[in-house]
């Protein structure tokens, strides 16, 4: 589904991304840790071709077509999510209205209002969040938590195939983290999407297991394992996980 080869990235005359190869095949889970400055939530941004960065070398193929000289607005139609770290609020705009124009925009033009608002409120029972925010501002006076389920609901609606979560553990608690995990969990056993989750420490991997872990280190992958590669990350850290010989 998505391709990544020898991917380099400057901003500002700075290397972030340095060389960077990664597959993604359909369906999969791959996770990207690694320490802060590292280059992974740069990896994202790039995917959502964010103009403040540039791309000096590589290609990115989704579904053997080149994004890179796409926009953002192109590459999220192509069916691209991403959950970001930090949601913005957005005053005077209701989640609602958002989320039933980016609809219109992708080329939905007779949209069922009665399924849609439906369909909505559904996923707000399911991620135990309060209806009356639907026809609020986005995010507006919502904590850390609020956010990051609002960024499902979008996901819930707009049904990508592919799906990055960028930090989508960081401000949130035990227990809404068990609920955005086992919503993006069923979605994506029901959709067969890809996942692409960026993380510092493992906790959404004990609800969202994946198939692959990559540590990256100073803008490259460096290291790839299963799911144990996550565990011994957090028993033993970053630089010891590296050194480790594979058994």
């Known amino acids: ?19 960077l190869n990664l597959t993604i095949n359909d369906g999969e889970v791959h996770v990207i840790m690694g320490p802060n400055g590292t280059g992974k939530s740069t990896l ?15 290609t990115i193929k989704y579904n053997d077509k080149d994004i890179l000289s796409l926009t953002t607005d192109e590459v999220a139609r192509l069916g691209i999510f991403l959950a970001m770290q930090y949601p913005i609020s957005i005053e005077g705009v209701s989640n609602a209205d958002m989320l039933k124009s ?3 925009i992708r080329g939905e033009k007779n949209i069922n209002l009665f399924k849609f608002i439906t369909e909505l409120e559904n996923a707000y029972d399911e991620l135990n969040f309060d209806k009356s925010t639907i026809h609020s501002s986005i995010n507006e006076g919502f904590s ?3 956010r990051k389920k609002n ?14 979560l960028d930090e989508i553990d960081s401000g949130v608690d035990v227990d809404n983290l068990k609920v955005i995990s086992s919503n993006i969990l069923k979605y994506k056993n029901e959709s067969n999407a890809s996942l692409l989750i960026i993380t510092h420490y493992p906790h959404i991997l004990n609800y969202i297991k994946p198939d692959y872990v990559h540590i990256m280190k100073d803008g490259n992958i460096v290291k790839t394992g299963t799911s144990h590669l996550a565990d011994e990350i957090l028993k033993e850290g970053y630089e ?4 480790k010989e594979d058994l």
Request: glycine content about 6%.
């Open 1 to 19: 589904m998505l391709k990544i080869h020898n991917l380099s990235v400057e901003v500002k005359d700075k290397k972030i991304l340095k060389d």
């Open 144 to 146: 850390g938590g609020e």
């Open 151 to 164: 960024e499902i609901i979008g996901m819930k609606i707009l049904k990508p195939s592919f799906i990055i």
């Open 44 to 58: 994202s941004k790039v995917i959502m071709r964010d103009d403040n960065f540039t791309v000096t070398k590589g």
């Open 240 to 243: 010891a996980s590296i050194m």
């Open 102 to 104: 980016a609809l219109t």
